[in-house]
C-alpha cells in the first residue's frame, strides 16, 4: 500500500516527529540508513517495507529530517535525488537545520521542476519532538504554508511562517546563535556568584526575577542540582548536544561572512563550543559549556 507521506531521516528527531504523524492517522513511509531507527519507527506502527524510489513516486507529501546542507542537497539533487523521482505536485518540506543559502539552492531547483518546497526547521529539541510541541520556522511561497501547515501541526504547537524560501533557516540560525550566546552567560554569571560564595539556586531565582532573566535560567539551568529535570541535573544527558549547538553556531558565523553581518559575539561562542567538543563533550548537552567554565582545581 502507498503512503501518503514519505519521512526522510528518523533520527533523534526524526523519528518522533515521523510517528506523531503515524499517531494522528497520516500513512508514513519512514526511511533511514540506520536499520534500528527504521525497526523503532515499524514498531511504532509507520510503514517501512517499500522501496524508497516506489514510495516517492506516489507520495503527496515528503519531509526530509537531516543533518547537514550536504546531506540535504545529496537527498534532493542529482539524477536519482528527491527532484528526481518525486510524483509531480509533490509538497516537499525539509525539517532539516542547514544554511538559508543551502536552501535557497534546493527550493530554486524544486521550482525549476514545478514543485512547492519550504524550509521548515524546528525549535524545541527531542523532547518537544515527542511531545508534538515543537516550533517550526517556516520559509516559502504562501500558498505552501498553507499547504504544509495542516502536517506541521501535527508534529508541532507553534507554526510561524518567516518569509521566503531560506528565511525559516535564517531565522533558525539567529535564534540558535543567541542561544549559545545566552548559554555561555548564564554560565558565566552563575560561576561567577558561586565564586563569591552564593548559593547557584538563590542566585538564580533571583536573576530569573531581574533584568537578566532569560530562558535558560528560566527553564534550562547549566549549573547542576538547581532544575531538577534540566539536563545539567543529569549528567548533561540528553537535550540539545554540543556538537549540534556547534554546527549552528557555524552556519551562523557562515552566513555572517557571506552577507557582511559582524556578529563577535556569536563567532566567540563558536569557538568556546569548538574548544568544549575537542575536550571531549561533543556528545553532552550544550549546557555542559558551565563545565568549561570551572576554576582550575
Not at 529530517?65 to 528526481?84: F, T
Not at 556547534?246 to 569548538?274: F, Q
Not at 555542559?288 to 576554576?295: G, R
Amino acid at each position: 500500500m502507498s503512503s501518503d507521506i514519505v519521512f526522510i531521516g528518523l533520527g533523534h528527531m526524526g523519528l518522533p516527529m515521523a510517528l506523531n504523524l503515524v499517531k494522528a492517522g497520516c500513512q508514513v513511509s519512514g526511511h533511514d540508513l540506520v536499520a534500528a531507527s527504521v525497526e523503532q519507527f515499524a514498531a511504532g506502527g509507520g510503514s517501512t517495507g517499500q522501496d524508497l524510489a516506489a514510495a516517492l513516486g506516489a507520495a503527496k507529501v515528503i519531509i526530509t529530517m537531516l543533518p547537514a546542507s550536504r546531506h540535504v542537497e545529496g537527498a534532493y539533487l542529482g539524477a536519482s535525488g528527491i527532484l528526481a523521482q518525486a510524483a509531480p505536485g509533490a509538497l516537499l518540506i525539509d525539517c532539516s537545520t542547514i544554511a538559508p543559502d543551502a536552501a535557497r539552492k534546493v527550493a530554486a531547483a524544486a521550482r525549476e521542476k514545478g514543485f512547492t518546497m519550504l524550509d521548515a526547521p524546528v525549535s524545541g529539541g527531542t523532547a518537544g519532538a515527542a511531545a508534538g510541541t515543537l516550533t517550526f520556522m517556516v520559509g516559502g511561497s504562501d500558498e505552501g504554508f498553507a499547504l504544509a501547515k495542516p502536517y506541521l501541526e501535527k508534529m508541532g504547537k507553534a507554526i510561524f511562517h518567516a518569509g521566503g524560501n531560506g528565511s525559516g533557516q535564517t531565522v533558525k540560525v539567529c535564534n540558535n546563535m543567541l542561544l549559545g550566546i545566552l548559554m555561555i552567560g548564564t554560565s558565566e554569571a552563575i560561576r561567577l556568584g558561586m565564586a563569591n560564595g552564593m548559593d547557584p539556586k538563590v542566585l538564580s531565582e533571583i536573576m530569573v526575577k531581574s533584568s537578566g532573566r532569560n530562558w535558560a535560567l528560566e527553564v534550562y539551568n547549566p549549573c547542576p542540582g538547581v532544575m531538577e529535570n534540566a539536563p545539567a541535573s543529569k549528567g548533561y544527558s540528553g537535550g540539545f548536544g554540543v556538537d549540534l549547538m556547534l554546527k549552528d553556531l557555524g552556519l551562523a558565523v557562515e552566513n555572517s561572512l557571506s552577507t557582511g553581518s559582524s556578529v563577535p559575539l556569536g563567532a566567540l561562542a563558536r569557538n568556546l563550543y569548538d574548544i568544549h567538543s575537542k575536550s571531549g563533550a561533543g556528545g553532552l548537552d550544550f549546557s555542559s559549556i558551565f563545565k568549561m567554565l570551572a576554576k582550575a582545581e
